[in-house]
Nanobody, 127 residues
Framework: QVQLVESGGGLVQAGGSLRLSCAAS??????????MGWFRQAPGQEREFVSG????????AYEDSVKGRFTISRDNLKNTVYLQMGSLKPEDTAVYYC??????????????????WGQGTQVTVSS
């Protein structure tokens, strides 16, 4: 069983930055075979794909609204994936979740393919 723990959320003014981290445990030596994703869910909204990264960290993917503002990365030695968020906007306010797809090392955007989820971290962007 893989446990994912997100951290780094908080309250920030519009235009500011935050760095989210997601630490994986229990995966043994298989973390570096998983694709990892970041999703977010705003109140009253469905959970949506934000960004993902393939097993090696060489191929990122982004939802259109965050392209150029967010950067995903991973450190397979630390079993951790990061989401650097910049130029934050009030519409980025949501609970952010990281997720692991153990079936393929390549990024997929569909929520249902991800097997393991963290508990989420709140990001609030004030105007």
């Amino acid at each position: 069983q893989v446990q994912l723990v997100e951290s780094g959320g908080g309250l920030v003014q519009a235009g500011g930055s935050l760095r989210l981290s997601c630490a994986a445990s229990g995966s043994g030596r298989t973390f570096d075979t998983y694709a990892m994703g970041w999703f977010r869910q705003a109140p009253g909204q469905e959970r949506e794909f934000v960004s993902g990264i393939n097993w090696s960290g060489e191929i990122p993917a982004y939802e259109d609204s965050v392209k150029g503002r967010f950067t995903i990365s991973r450190d397979n030695l630390k079993n951790t994936v990061y989401l650097q968020m910049g130029s934050l906007k009030p519409e980025d306010t949501a609970v952010y979740y990281c997720a692991a797809d153990r079936w393929t090392g390549w990024v997929r955007r569909e929520i249902h393919v991800y097997d393991y989820w963290g508990q989420g971290t709140q990001v609030t962007v004030s105007s």
